[in-house]
Every structure is written in structure tokens, then in C-alpha cells.
């Protein structure tokens, strides 16, 4: 069947908050030398930030942040311009950051993966669709910001055949749409034969904006890493559909490219 399933990660399969927490409050407190003491004040202001970030290197920022401005609403509307005043501030690089998170990661890892692993919820009924997908046998790409092999992990532990799932991290070092790109050359598909799941508008933006890309089906993920205002601004005239999780867990494939 040369249908394709190209499906983000993190809010999409994987609700891996917990661990997005602990690993960027272990990352920040390595850079900063800085102690986080308020774990349960920065948990919360971390969760409600959590929908304006785009890459992972950007979350240990989060508890820099939290130090310099004690508005949530600010940071959530300024994060950005946030983000490059911390860099420039303390002289610091994103390849830095993101070296030293996933050196967090690959050191739980190695010294106790079950609790690392631990750290990861699924939601409801993904685990069995993504397994039910690939027994009807649709391709599967998962096109994710973090890296590549540990996504793998994390789907190998709920003992789905990962053999049967490309994956793609930010190793690929591209933007999302150009993934997609190289999937409708590798796969010789047309577009409308590839349904794009995400749960940052911002990404499926950028590829509905590609003229080369029209047709690409695409569906925010409104169970995932966003606010209701997103949610709320998905309209038919937006090129994009707005998908709950039953229908995606319970649904027909087919439908989602009819």
C-alpha cells in the first residue's frame, strides 16, 4: 500500500513531559551551575511554556527564564526574543545547549533506562494503533525534533517493530516539510498519498506555505503540545484538520486520506 503516514513524536505519541522536565532541569543546573529549588513553581510555568517551543535545546532555557521575569503570560508571548536575549546574555550557543541535553539523555540512558523510560507516558490507545497501522501495512515516518534513537527506544519499549518505522531526528539537521520532501522522492508517492500528523501549527504552516508540497494532508493533533486558541484557529479555509485522538486511535485510516 503506498500510503504514508508521517506522524511528530513528542505530543503526538509520546507525552514525554516528565521527562522533558527532569532532563532540562539536570541540563540547566550542569550550564548554569544553578541549583532549581522551586520544583513544583517550575513544573508549572514549564508545562504552560511547553506549547511555544520548537526545538528541545530551547526547554533548559526555560528555568534561566523563570529567574529573570516572574510573568508566565510575558514569557509564553515573548518567548522568542527571550530566547535570544538568554544566548546573547550569557554567551552561550543552541549547539551547546542541545550537546549537553543530549549528553543528559544518553547518560540516564546508559546508567538506568528503565527509570529513564519510565519518565515517558504514551497516549491513550496510541501504542496499539501505531501497531494496528503497520499490521495493515501504511509506511510509517516519524519526523521528530529530538534525536532519532531515542524516539526508537521509547517505541521498542511498548515491543512495537520499530524495523518497520523510519525515523527521522533532528540528526537530519532539516526543516520539516523538506522531510517530507525527500519522502515523496524516496517513495515516488503523490502527495495526497502522505497524511502529516503534528501538534505545532507552526510546522504544518510551514509545509501547507511549500507550492510543491500542496496536497500533503495535514491534521493538528489537538490532544498534543498546544492551546486551545491553536486549536480554535484551525478552520476548514486553513488547508488543515483539526484531529482528536479518538478519531485518530479509533478512526479508519482510509478516512484520512479521503
Known amino acids: 500500500m503506498n500510503k504514508i503516514l508521517a506522524l511528530d513524536f513528542d505530543g503526538v505519541i509520546c507525552d514525554g513531559m516528565a521527562e522533558y522536565f527532569h532532563s532540562s532541569r539536570l541540563t540547566y543546573e550542569s550550564i548554569w551551575k544553578n541549583p532549581v529549588n522551586n520544583l513544583d513553581h517550575s513544573r508549572e510555568i514549564f508545562n504552560y511554556l511547553r506549547p511555544t517551543i520548537e526545538t528541545g535545546w530551547e526547554m533548559p532555557l526555560i528555568f534561566r527564564a523563570i529567574e529573570m521575569e516572574k510573568n508566565k503570560q510575558f514569557l509564553f508571548s515573548n518567548w522568542q526574543n527571550i530566547v ?3 544566548l546573547k546574555k550569557d554567551n552561550i550557543t543552541k549547539e551547546k545547549i542541545a550537546k549537553e541535553l543530549d549528553l543528559v539523555r544518553q547518560n ?15 497516549y491513550d490507545d496510541i501504542v496499539e494503533a501505531i501497531k494496528a497501522i503497520i499490521y495493515k501495512n501504511y509506511k510509517i515516518f516519524i519526523i521528530t525534533t529530538k534525536e532519532g534513537i531515542f524516539a526508537k527506544k521509547i517505541l521498542a519499549s511498548q515491543n512495537i517493530d520499530t524495523d518497520k518505522i523510519t525515523f527521522w531526528g533532528k540528526e537530519q539537521k532539516r526543516k520539516k516539510y523538506d522531510s517530507i520532501r525527500v519522502i515523496l522522492d524516496q517513495e515516488k508517492v503523490k502527495p495526497t498519498d502522505i497524511c502529516f ?14 507550492p510543491d508540497l500542496a496536497g500533503i494532508r495535514l491534521f493538528l493533533a489537538s490532544w498534543g503540545y498546544n492551546t486551545p486558541d491553536i486549536r480554535a484557529s484551525v478552520t476548514p479555509e486553513s488547508g488543515i484538520t483539526l484531529l482528536s485522538l479518538t478519531d485518530f486511535t479509533k478512526g479508519d485510516m482510509v478516512n484520512l486520506f479521503s
Open 108 to 122: 540516564q540512558i546508559n546508567n538506568n533506562i528503565e527509570q529513564w523510560l519510565g519518565l515517558h507516558n504514551f
Open 197 to 210: 500528523i503534528e501538534d505545532r501549527l507552526e510546522a504544518l504552516e510551514g509545509v501547507r506555505q511549500q
Open 84 to 86: 535570544k536575549n538568554i
